[in-house]
């Protein structure tokens, strides 16, 4: 019973510490406009903080479009002679990992920023959790840890009464 409580508050301690954990958000460019022409895609990014190891969703027709990260100064020009890296896999569904912290500048290297798609994103580090979750995790292990106080010697004292009962009929 008293190993059985302990298991249960370990479970739900490994739960708690586990819930503040923060989950790599994935964007979709464009939300339903997608990759395509005659977006605006700073005004897309703007208010979004893009945090290291989230990821950019890039969808559009693979014959018309394409997707490549270029320098600052290429990304001014639409520059796409001396792409960095090509993000373009042929299925014009392709994921852009946000895995450094930098700026990122993406465009479309098929009609060099055609109708204006060009994206440009910082990457930041994570934040540190927030300020609420550790006052609710403390709550859940108080919980916890309350309820393994109560039961243990309760539990304990059970089985010395069981033991005494025990040995009475002998
Ligand atoms: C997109 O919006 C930004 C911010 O409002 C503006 O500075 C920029 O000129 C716009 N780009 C185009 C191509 O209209
Ligand atoms: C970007 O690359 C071009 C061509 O390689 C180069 O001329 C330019 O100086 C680079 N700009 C930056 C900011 O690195
Ligand atoms: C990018 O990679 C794709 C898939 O390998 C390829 O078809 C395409 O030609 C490449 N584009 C550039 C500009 O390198
Ligand atoms: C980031 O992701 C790219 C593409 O998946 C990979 O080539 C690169 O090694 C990664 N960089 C780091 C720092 O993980």
Redo the contacts with the bound molecule.
Sequence with gaps: MARFTVLIAAVILAFVVAVPEVTAKKYTVGENKFWNPNI????WA?GKHFYLGDWLYFVFDRNQHNILEVNKTDYENCNADHPLVNWTRGAGRDIVTLNVTKHYYLLDGKGGCYG?MKLAVKVEKLPPPPKAAPVKSTGLVSMATGVAQFVIPFALFSVSTMRDAILRMW
């Excluded at 605006?40 to 005004?43: G, H």
């Design positions: 605006n895609y700073t005004i703007q204006g």
